[in-house]
Protein backbone atom coordinates (compact mmCIF):
# COMPACT_ATOMS: atom_id res chain seq x y z
CA UNK A 1 0.00 0.00 0.00
CA UNK A 2 2.73 2.29 0.87
CA UNK A 3 4.02 2.59 -2.98
CA UNK A 4 0.29 2.91 -4.31
CA UNK A 5 0.55 5.65 -1.72
CA UNK A 6 3.57 7.22 -3.20
CA UNK A 7 2.32 7.22 -6.66
CA UNK A 8 -0.81 8.82 -5.30
CA UNK A 9 1.36 11.59 -4.48
CA UNK A 10 2.88 11.92 -7.71
CA UNK A 11 -0.67 11.89 -10.02
CA UNK A 12 -2.96 12.27 -7.90
CA UNK A 13 -6.07 9.14 -7.13
CA UNK A 14 -7.91 9.59 -9.84
CA UNK A 15 -4.58 9.06 -12.40
CA UNK A 16 -3.93 5.56 -10.84
CA UNK A 17 -5.97 2.68 -11.51
CA UNK A 18 -5.35 -0.92 -9.79
CA UNK A 19 -8.99 -2.14 -10.49
CA UNK A 20 -8.99 -5.76 -12.65
CA UNK A 21 -10.84 -4.96 -15.51
CA UNK A 22 -8.29 -1.80 -16.25
CA UNK A 23 -5.24 -4.51 -15.37
CA UNK A 24 -6.52 -7.03 -17.38
CA UNK A 25 -6.85 -4.55 -20.57
CA UNK A 26 -2.93 -3.70 -20.28
CA UNK A 27 -2.20 -6.85 -19.65
CA UNK A 28 -1.92 -8.35 -23.33
CA UNK A 29 -2.34 -7.18 -26.63
CA UNK A 30 -3.07 -8.34 -29.94
CA UNK A 31 0.21 -10.05 -30.56
CA UNK A 32 1.42 -13.59 -29.42
CA UNK A 33 3.16 -12.38 -26.08
CA UNK A 34 2.38 -14.02 -22.98
CA UNK A 35 -0.10 -11.65 -20.45
CA UNK A 36 0.84 -10.54 -17.76
CA UNK A 37 -1.25 -8.23 -15.09
CA UNK A 38 0.78 -5.06 -14.51
CA UNK A 39 0.05 -3.92 -10.66
CA UNK A 40 -0.64 -0.43 -11.51
CA UNK A 41 -1.52 1.90 -14.20
CA UNK A 42 -1.24 5.46 -14.11
CA UNK A 43 -1.77 8.03 -16.40
CA UNK A 44 0.57 12.19 -15.69
CA UNK A 45 -0.25 14.89 -16.50
CA UNK A 46 3.05 16.46 -17.49
CA UNK A 47 7.11 16.02 -17.51
CA UNK A 48 7.32 16.66 -14.09
CA UNK A 49 4.89 13.65 -12.82
CA UNK A 50 6.96 11.47 -15.39
CA UNK A 51 9.95 12.46 -13.31
CA UNK A 52 8.46 11.43 -10.38
CA UNK A 53 7.41 8.44 -11.34
CA UNK A 54 10.79 7.49 -12.76
CA UNK A 55 12.63 8.42 -9.97
CA UNK A 56 10.42 6.50 -7.31
CA UNK A 57 10.61 3.45 -9.56
CA UNK A 58 14.41 3.60 -8.89
CA UNK A 59 14.13 3.66 -5.33
CA UNK A 60 11.56 0.70 -5.24
CA UNK A 61 13.16 -1.24 -8.22
CA UNK A 62 9.62 -1.10 -9.85
CA UNK A 63 9.52 -2.08 -13.61
CA UNK A 64 8.27 0.57 -15.86
CA UNK A 65 6.12 0.61 -19.19
CA UNK A 66 5.48 3.26 -21.30
CA UNK A 67 2.21 3.54 -23.18
CA UNK A 68 1.75 6.60 -25.75
CA UNK A 69 -0.94 5.01 -28.28
CA UNK A 70 -4.86 3.92 -27.16
CA UNK A 71 -5.87 0.24 -28.19
CA UNK A 72 -5.16 -1.95 -29.72
CA UNK A 73 -1.79 -2.97 -29.81
CA UNK A 74 -0.22 -4.99 -31.87
CA UNK A 75 3.38 -5.48 -31.30
CA UNK A 76 3.86 -6.93 -27.36
CA UNK A 77 6.30 -3.77 -26.61
CA UNK A 78 3.40 -2.68 -24.14
CA UNK A 79 2.56 -5.87 -22.22
CA UNK A 80 4.94 -6.37 -18.85
CA UNK A 81 7.24 -8.81 -19.36
CA UNK A 82 7.72 -9.42 -15.55
CA UNK A 83 5.27 -8.89 -12.95
CA UNK A 84 5.42 -6.30 -10.57
CA UNK A 85 5.83 -3.59 -13.28
CA UNK A 86 3.33 -0.25 -13.76
CA UNK A 87 2.40 0.75 -16.78
CA UNK A 88 3.07 4.46 -17.47
CA UNK A 89 0.09 5.55 -19.81
CA UNK A 90 0.89 8.92 -21.79
CA UNK A 91 -2.53 9.32 -23.46
CA UNK A 92 -3.19 12.33 -20.76
CA UNK A 93 -0.24 14.28 -22.31
CA UNK A 94 -1.91 15.52 -25.44
CA UNK A 95 -0.85 19.20 -25.90
CA UNK A 96 0.69 20.40 -29.05
CA UNK A 97 2.89 22.88 -27.69
CA UNK A 98 3.84 25.02 -30.90
CA UNK A 99 3.46 25.10 -34.64
CA UNK A 100 5.69 27.11 -36.36
CA UNK A 101 5.28 27.21 -39.85
CA UNK A 102 7.70 29.08 -41.16
CA UNK A 103 10.48 26.11 -39.90
CA UNK A 104 7.92 23.53 -40.43
CA UNK A 105 8.10 22.18 -37.31
CA UNK A 106 5.79 21.04 -34.80
CA UNK A 107 6.03 20.31 -30.65
CA UNK A 108 3.65 17.47 -29.50
CA UNK A 109 3.41 15.50 -26.23
CA UNK A 110 3.07 11.83 -26.66
CA UNK A 111 -0.44 11.46 -26.33
CA UNK A 112 -1.15 13.90 -29.20
CA UNK A 113 -2.67 11.74 -31.98
CA UNK A 114 -3.25 11.88 -35.39
CA UNK A 115 -6.36 12.29 -35.30
CA UNK A 116 -5.67 15.35 -33.00
CA UNK A 117 -2.56 16.85 -34.63
CA UNK A 118 -4.20 17.08 -38.79
CA UNK A 119 -6.27 19.29 -38.31
CA UNK A 120 -4.14 21.53 -35.94
CA UNK A 121 -1.88 21.62 -38.85
CA UNK A 122 -4.31 22.34 -41.26
CA UNK A 123 -5.09 25.97 -39.42
CA UNK A 124 -1.50 26.92 -40.49
CA UNK A 125 -1.02 25.19 -44.12
CA UNK A 126 0.91 22.52 -42.92
CA UNK A 127 0.30 18.49 -43.13
CA UNK A 128 2.39 15.96 -41.23
CA UNK A 129 4.23 13.19 -42.76
CA UNK A 130 2.05 9.72 -42.75
CA UNK A 131 2.98 6.46 -41.88
CA UNK A 132 0.15 4.10 -43.96
CA UNK A 133 -3.57 4.95 -42.94
CA UNK A 134 -2.45 4.72 -38.83
CA UNK A 135 -5.31 3.77 -36.25
CA UNK A 136 -6.94 6.71 -35.00
CA UNK A 137 -5.31 6.62 -31.48
CA UNK A 138 -1.90 6.26 -32.66
CA UNK A 139 0.65 8.75 -30.95
CA UNK A 140 2.02 10.72 -33.45
CA UNK A 141 5.52 10.26 -31.19
CA UNK A 142 5.15 6.88 -30.49
CA UNK A 143 4.61 5.94 -34.45
CA UNK A 144 8.26 8.47 -34.72
CA UNK A 145 9.97 6.48 -32.02
CA UNK A 146 8.79 3.24 -33.58
CA UNK A 147 10.35 4.64 -37.06
CA UNK A 148 7.20 3.77 -38.87
CA UNK A 149 7.94 4.73 -42.52
CA UNK A 150 6.42 7.83 -44.13
CA UNK A 151 4.90 7.22 -47.22
CA UNK A 152 6.83 10.46 -49.02
CA UNK A 153 10.06 8.72 -49.72
CA UNK A 154 11.36 11.46 -51.51
CA UNK A 155 10.93 13.49 -47.76
CA UNK A 156 12.62 10.88 -46.34
CA UNK A 157 16.59 12.09 -46.17
CA UNK A 158 17.35 10.00 -42.79
CA UNK A 159 15.90 6.88 -41.09
CA UNK A 160 14.91 8.61 -37.83
CA UNK A 161 12.85 11.50 -40.08
CA UNK A 162 10.53 12.77 -39.48
CA UNK A 163 11.43 12.98 -35.69
CA UNK A 164 13.77 16.14 -34.95
CA UNK A 165 14.55 16.59 -31.15
CA UNK A 166 13.40 15.06 -28.09
CA UNK A 167 12.74 15.78 -24.25
CA UNK A 168 13.42 12.36 -22.60
CA UNK A 169 13.61 10.96 -18.68
CA UNK A 170 15.91 8.61 -18.87
CA UNK A 171 16.23 5.49 -16.89
CA UNK A 172 18.11 6.85 -14.22
CA UNK A 173 15.37 9.87 -13.70
CA UNK A 174 17.85 12.75 -15.50
CA UNK A 175 15.74 14.65 -17.62
CA UNK A 176 17.69 15.43 -21.13
CA UNK A 177 16.59 17.08 -24.58
CA UNK A 178 18.54 16.32 -27.74
CA UNK A 179 20.13 18.38 -30.57
CA UNK A 180 19.03 21.93 -30.86
CA UNK A 181 16.82 21.11 -27.71
CA UNK A 182 19.44 21.04 -25.66
CA UNK A 183 20.65 24.53 -25.42
CA UNK A 184 21.02 27.62 -24.69
CA UNK A 185 18.90 28.53 -22.92
CA UNK A 186 15.33 27.22 -21.79
CA UNK A 187 13.36 26.24 -24.83
CA UNK A 188 10.92 29.55 -24.29
CA UNK A 189 13.84 31.57 -24.55
CA UNK A 190 15.47 29.43 -27.81
CA UNK A 191 12.11 30.62 -29.37
CA UNK A 192 12.44 34.59 -28.49
CA UNK A 193 15.79 34.14 -30.68
CA UNK A 194 14.37 32.46 -33.79
CA UNK A 195 15.05 28.65 -32.98
CA UNK A 196 13.03 26.28 -33.62
CA UNK A 197 14.48 22.48 -32.45
CA UNK A 198 15.29 21.63 -35.94
CA UNK A 199 18.51 20.11 -35.49
CA UNK A 200 18.26 16.51 -34.19
CA UNK A 201 21.99 15.74 -33.35
CA UNK A 202 23.74 17.17 -30.73
CA UNK A 203 24.58 18.10 -28.58
CA UNK A 204 27.84 18.37 -29.46
CA UNK A 205 28.87 15.24 -31.26
CA UNK A 206 26.58 12.87 -29.31
CA UNK A 207 23.48 11.47 -31.06
CA UNK A 208 21.91 10.27 -28.20
CA UNK A 209 17.90 10.88 -29.93
CA UNK A 210 19.03 7.21 -31.65
CA UNK A 211 19.88 5.57 -28.59
CA UNK A 212 16.07 6.02 -27.46
CA UNK A 213 14.02 5.77 -30.92
CA UNK A 214 13.38 2.26 -31.76
CA UNK A 215 14.16 0.87 -27.95
CA UNK A 216 10.70 0.10 -26.80
CA UNK A 217 11.01 2.29 -24.45
CA UNK A 218 13.88 0.54 -22.39
CA UNK A 219 16.05 3.28 -22.60
CA UNK A 220 13.43 6.36 -21.11
CA UNK A 221 10.61 7.88 -21.37
CA UNK A 222 9.98 10.81 -24.18
CA UNK A 223 7.69 13.51 -23.10
CA UNK A 224 7.60 15.83 -25.84
CA UNK A 225 9.26 15.77 -29.36
CA UNK A 226 9.41 18.24 -32.65
CA UNK A 227 8.29 16.65 -35.92
CA UNK A 228 9.30 18.08 -39.17
CA UNK A 229 5.86 18.83 -41.57
CA UNK A 230 5.44 19.77 -44.78
CA UNK A 231 3.29 22.63 -46.88
CA UNK A 232 0.24 21.48 -47.91
CA UNK A 233 -0.28 21.33 -51.66
CA UNK A 234 -1.71 23.83 -53.97
CA UNK A 235 -2.21 21.53 -56.58
CA UNK A 236 -2.30 17.78 -56.71
CA UNK A 237 -2.13 14.92 -58.62
CA UNK A 238 -2.64 11.52 -57.95
CA UNK A 239 -2.65 8.23 -60.35
CA UNK A 240 -2.43 4.19 -59.87
CA UNK A 241 -0.36 1.90 -61.53
CA UNK A 242 -2.16 -1.44 -61.76
CA UNK A 243 0.12 -4.62 -62.72
CA UNK A 244 -0.27 -8.37 -62.27
CA UNK A 245 3.54 -8.69 -61.46
CA UNK A 246 5.17 -6.64 -59.30
CA UNK A 247 8.54 -6.48 -60.81
CA UNK A 248 7.58 -4.07 -63.19
CA UNK A 249 6.63 -1.13 -60.34
CA UNK A 250 9.77 -2.27 -58.34
CA UNK A 251 11.41 -1.10 -61.85
CA UNK A 252 9.59 1.99 -62.19
CA UNK A 253 9.97 2.82 -58.14
CA UNK A 254 13.71 2.87 -58.73
CA UNK A 255 13.62 5.16 -62.37
CA UNK A 256 11.42 7.31 -59.85
CA UNK A 257 14.03 7.70 -57.58
CA UNK A 258 16.80 7.88 -59.77
CA UNK A 259 15.14 11.70 -61.10
CA UNK A 260 13.44 12.64 -57.88
CA UNK A 261 10.04 13.20 -59.17
CA UNK A 262 6.68 12.57 -57.06
CA UNK A 263 5.99 12.57 -53.52
CA UNK A 264 3.67 10.08 -52.32
CA UNK A 265 5.17 6.48 -53.53
CA UNK A 266 3.89 2.93 -52.31
CA UNK A 267 3.04 -0.48 -53.36
CA UNK A 268 -0.24 -2.79 -52.07
CA UNK A 269 -1.19 -5.55 -53.41
CA UNK A 270 -5.44 -6.05 -53.68
CA UNK A 271 -6.04 -7.13 -50.48
CA UNK A 272 -4.10 -4.76 -48.18
CA UNK A 273 -5.50 -1.97 -50.93
CA UNK A 274 -9.40 -3.61 -50.34
CA UNK A 275 -8.91 -3.67 -46.76
CA UNK A 276 -8.33 -0.23 -46.62
CA UNK A 277 -11.36 0.84 -48.90
CA UNK A 278 -13.94 -1.48 -47.88
CA UNK A 279 -16.25 -0.20 -45.84
CA UNK A 280 -17.12 -3.16 -44.02
CA UNK A 281 -15.44 -7.58 -44.00
CA UNK A 282 -18.23 -8.01 -46.37
CA UNK A 283 -16.67 -5.48 -48.87
CA UNK A 284 -13.31 -6.42 -48.67
CA UNK A 285 -13.87 -9.79 -50.91
CA UNK A 286 -15.55 -8.67 -53.49
CA UNK A 287 -13.37 -5.47 -54.45
CA UNK A 288 -10.02 -7.72 -53.95
CA UNK A 289 -11.61 -10.21 -56.23
CA UNK A 290 -12.21 -6.99 -58.77
CA UNK A 291 -8.64 -5.05 -58.07
CA UNK A 292 -5.54 -6.30 -60.25
CA UNK A 293 -2.70 -7.91 -58.28
CA UNK A 294 -0.74 -4.90 -57.57
CA UNK A 295 -1.19 -1.15 -57.63
CA UNK A 296 1.57 1.43 -56.93
CA UNK A 297 -0.26 4.70 -55.57
CA UNK A 298 1.89 7.92 -57.01
CA UNK A 299 1.54 11.89 -56.12
CA UNK A 300 2.60 14.65 -56.93
CA UNK A 301 2.01 17.69 -55.18
CA UNK A 302 2.51 21.53 -55.92
CA UNK A 303 2.56 24.98 -53.51
CA UNK A 304 4.70 27.81 -53.56
CA UNK A 305 5.60 29.63 -57.29
CA UNK A 306 4.26 28.29 -60.43
CA UNK A 307 2.34 25.04 -58.32
CA UNK A 308 0.35 23.59 -61.34
CA UNK A 309 3.11 23.80 -63.88
CA UNK A 310 5.19 21.95 -61.53
CA UNK A 311 2.65 19.31 -61.04
CA UNK A 312 2.07 19.47 -64.96
CA UNK A 313 5.93 18.54 -65.92
CA UNK A 314 6.57 16.37 -63.25
CA UNK A 315 3.06 14.42 -64.48
CA UNK A 316 5.02 14.46 -67.92
CA UNK A 317 8.02 13.15 -66.74
CA UNK A 318 6.10 10.20 -64.86
CA UNK A 319 3.90 9.58 -67.81
CA UNK A 320 7.06 8.84 -69.60
CA UNK A 321 9.09 6.92 -67.22
CA UNK A 322 5.98 4.45 -66.82
CA UNK A 323 5.78 4.14 -70.33
CA UNK A 324 9.44 2.96 -70.72
CA UNK A 325 8.92 0.22 -68.26
CA UNK A 326 5.50 -0.63 -70.17
CA UNK A 327 3.13 0.68 -67.49
CA UNK A 328 -0.04 2.97 -67.43
CA UNK A 329 -0.52 5.45 -64.85
CA UNK A 330 -4.23 5.35 -64.41
CA UNK A 331 -7.16 7.91 -62.75
CA UNK A 332 -9.17 4.89 -61.98
CA UNK A 333 -8.63 1.14 -61.16
CA UNK A 334 -11.47 -1.09 -60.65
CA UNK A 335 -14.10 1.98 -60.33
CA UNK A 336 -11.35 2.98 -57.27
CA UNK A 337 -10.03 6.01 -58.09
CA UNK A 338 -6.40 7.67 -57.48
CA UNK A 339 -8.11 10.83 -55.70
CA UNK A 340 -10.26 8.41 -53.28
CA UNK A 341 -6.95 6.56 -52.48
CA UNK A 342 -5.03 9.99 -51.90
CA UNK A 343 -8.30 10.47 -49.46
CA UNK A 344 -7.78 7.40 -47.48
CA UNK A 345 -4.10 7.62 -47.01
CA UNK A 346 -4.32 11.55 -45.95
CA UNK A 347 -5.89 10.59 -42.68
CA UNK A 348 -6.02 7.87 -39.75
CA UNK A 349 -7.87 4.67 -40.59
CA UNK A 350 -11.83 4.47 -39.64
CA UNK A 351 -12.89 2.27 -37.11
CA UNK A 352 -12.56 -0.58 -37.20
CA UNK A 353 -9.07 -0.01 -38.04
CA UNK A 354 -8.43 -1.31 -41.68
CA UNK A 355 -5.64 -4.33 -40.69
CA UNK A 356 -8.68 -5.63 -38.35
CA UNK A 357 -11.50 -5.31 -40.90
CA UNK A 358 -11.43 -8.58 -42.44
CA UNK A 359 -11.04 -10.82 -39.51
CA UNK A 360 -11.20 -9.15 -36.49
CA UNK A 361 -7.51 -10.61 -36.04
CA UNK A 362 -4.10 -9.74 -37.95
CA UNK A 363 -0.30 -10.21 -37.29
CA UNK A 364 2.04 -8.39 -38.89
CA UNK A 365 6.08 -9.28 -40.45
CA UNK A 366 8.01 -6.23 -41.58
CA UNK A 367 11.69 -5.99 -42.23
CA UNK A 368 14.08 -3.58 -44.56
CA UNK A 369 15.72 -4.77 -47.69
CA UNK A 370 16.13 -3.36 -51.39
CA UNK A 371 13.46 -2.77 -53.99
CA UNK A 372 15.00 -5.59 -56.00
CA UNK A 373 15.04 -8.39 -53.09
CA UNK A 374 11.27 -7.87 -52.56
CA UNK A 375 9.92 -10.51 -55.71
CA UNK A 376 11.90 -13.10 -53.51
CA UNK A 377 10.95 -12.25 -49.99
CA UNK A 378 7.33 -12.62 -51.70
CA UNK A 379 7.53 -15.68 -53.25
CA UNK A 380 8.87 -17.24 -50.15
CA UNK A 381 6.14 -16.06 -47.98
CA UNK A 382 3.75 -17.47 -50.46
CA UNK A 383 5.68 -20.80 -50.82
CA UNK A 384 5.46 -20.86 -46.63
CA UNK A 385 1.65 -20.08 -46.60
CA UNK A 386 0.82 -22.41 -48.98
CA UNK A 387 2.86 -25.12 -46.67
CA UNK A 388 0.88 -23.59 -43.58
CA UNK A 389 -2.78 -23.96 -45.75
CA UNK A 390 -2.98 -20.02 -45.47
CA UNK A 391 -5.47 -18.60 -47.85
CA UNK A 392 -2.70 -16.81 -50.14
CA UNK A 393 -5.15 -14.09 -51.36
CA UNK A 394 -5.40 -13.24 -46.95
CA UNK A 395 -2.14 -12.03 -47.52
CA UNK A 396 -1.22 -8.48 -47.08
CA UNK A 397 1.43 -7.35 -48.78
CA UNK A 398 2.96 -3.66 -48.22
CA UNK A 399 6.21 -2.38 -49.84
CA UNK A 400 7.26 1.14 -48.65
CA UNK A 401 9.98 2.74 -50.02
CA UNK A 402 12.51 4.84 -47.69
CA UNK A 403 15.75 6.97 -47.58
CA UNK A 404 14.76 8.53 -50.94
CA UNK A 405 14.46 4.20 -52.23
CA UNK A 406 18.00 3.67 -50.80
CA UNK A 407 16.00 0.55 -49.01
CA UNK A 408 12.31 -0.40 -48.33
CA UNK A 409 10.12 -1.32 -45.54
CA UNK A 410 8.68 -5.04 -46.36
CA UNK A 411 5.53 -6.14 -44.71
CA UNK A 412 3.18 -8.86 -44.76
CA UNK A 413 -0.33 -8.64 -43.16
CA UNK A 414 -2.12 -11.68 -41.86
CA UNK A 415 -5.39 -11.70 -41.20
CA UNK A 416 -6.99 -14.39 -39.01
CA UNK A 417 -10.12 -15.17 -36.02
CA UNK A 418 -9.13 -14.90 -33.09
CA UNK A 419 -11.72 -16.30 -31.53
CA UNK A 420 -10.77 -19.90 -34.01
CA UNK A 421 -7.91 -21.85 -32.30
CA UNK A 422 -6.80 -23.30 -35.58
CA UNK A 423 -6.68 -20.12 -37.21
CA UNK A 424 -4.58 -18.48 -34.33
CA UNK A 425 -2.39 -21.16 -34.40
CA UNK A 426 -1.48 -21.36 -38.20
CA UNK A 427 -0.71 -17.80 -38.11
CA UNK A 428 1.43 -18.47 -35.01
CA UNK A 429 3.49 -21.23 -37.04
CA UNK A 430 3.50 -19.60 -39.64
CA UNK A 431 4.72 -16.07 -38.23
CA UNK A 432 7.07 -18.00 -36.27
CA UNK A 433 8.92 -20.56 -38.59
CA UNK A 434 8.90 -17.28 -41.74
CA UNK A 435 10.04 -14.58 -39.62
CA UNK A 436 13.53 -16.83 -39.12
CA UNK A 437 13.75 -17.96 -42.98
CA UNK A 438 13.27 -14.39 -44.41
CA UNK A 439 15.81 -13.19 -41.33
CA UNK A 440 18.41 -15.93 -43.25
CA UNK A 441 17.63 -14.75 -46.68
CA UNK A 442 18.70 -11.28 -45.19
CA UNK A 443 15.59 -9.30 -44.10
CA UNK A 444 16.66 -6.65 -41.71
CA UNK A 445 14.42 -6.69 -38.80
CA UNK A 446 15.27 -3.59 -37.27
CA UNK A 447 12.58 -2.91 -35.37
CA UNK A 448 12.70 -6.36 -33.37
CA UNK A 449 9.37 -6.58 -31.20
CA UNK A 450 9.01 -9.60 -29.35
CA UNK A 451 10.45 -13.19 -30.36
CA UNK A 452 12.37 -10.86 -33.31
CA UNK A 453 14.87 -9.51 -30.91
CA UNK A 454 16.51 -13.31 -30.58
CA UNK A 455 16.14 -12.85 -34.30
CA UNK A 456 18.36 -9.99 -34.54
CA UNK A 457 20.36 -9.71 -31.46
CA UNK A 458 21.51 -13.49 -31.57
CA UNK A 459 23.19 -12.43 -34.96
CA UNK A 460 25.11 -9.56 -33.76
CA UNK A 461 27.11 -10.35 -30.72
CA UNK A 462 29.21 -7.10 -30.61
CA UNK A 463 26.18 -5.07 -31.24
CA UNK A 464 24.08 -6.58 -28.33
CA UNK A 465 27.47 -6.25 -25.74
CA UNK A 466 27.53 -2.91 -26.79
CA UNK A 467 23.88 -2.11 -26.12
CA UNK A 468 24.02 -3.88 -22.74
CA UNK A 469 26.60 -1.29 -21.98
CA UNK A 470 24.05 1.78 -22.63
CA UNK A 471 21.55 0.26 -21.18
CA UNK A 472 23.67 0.16 -17.91
CA UNK A 473 24.35 4.20 -18.59
CA UNK A 474 21.04 5.55 -19.03
CA UNK A 475 19.16 2.70 -16.94
CA UNK A 476 21.52 1.40 -14.66
CA UNK A 477 18.53 -0.25 -12.19
CA UNK A 478 17.25 -1.94 -15.34
CA UNK A 479 13.46 -0.23 -14.80
CA UNK A 480 12.49 0.66 -18.10
CA UNK A 481 10.44 -1.95 -19.82
CA UNK A 482 12.97 -4.94 -18.84
CA UNK A 483 12.64 -8.59 -20.60
CA UNK A 484 12.36 -6.39 -24.49
CA UNK A 485 14.70 -6.29 -26.70
CA UNK A 486 18.06 -7.67 -25.62
CA UNK A 487 17.60 -6.91 -22.32
Request: include cysteine; proline fraction near 7%; charged fraction near 25%.
Amino acid sequence: MAQKEDLVKIVGAKNLFDNPKTLENYSKDESFVHPIRPRYVVKPKNTEEVQGIVKWANETLTPLVPVSSGPPHFRGDTVPSTGGAVVVDLSKMKRIVRVDRPNRVVMVEPGVTFTQLIPALEKEGLGAYMPLVPRSNKSVVGSMLEREPITMPRHHWDIQDPLLCIEVIFGTGDMFRTGSAAGMGTIEEQWEVGKAQMRPMGPSQADLQRVVQGSQGTMGIVTWATMKCRILPEHKRAFLVPCDRIEPLIDLSYRLFHVLVGDECLILNNHNLACILAQNATGVVPLREALPPWVLFFSIEGYGVLPEEKVTYQEGDFRDIAQLVGLEPMDIVAGITADHVAEALSKPSAKPYWKLKFKDGCHDIFFLTTLDRIPDFVKAMYDQAESYRYPLADIGVYIQPTVQGCNCHCEFNLSYDPNSAKEVERVKGLVTEKSMALANMGGFFSRPYGPWADVAYRRDAETTAALRKVKGIFDANNIMNPGKLCF
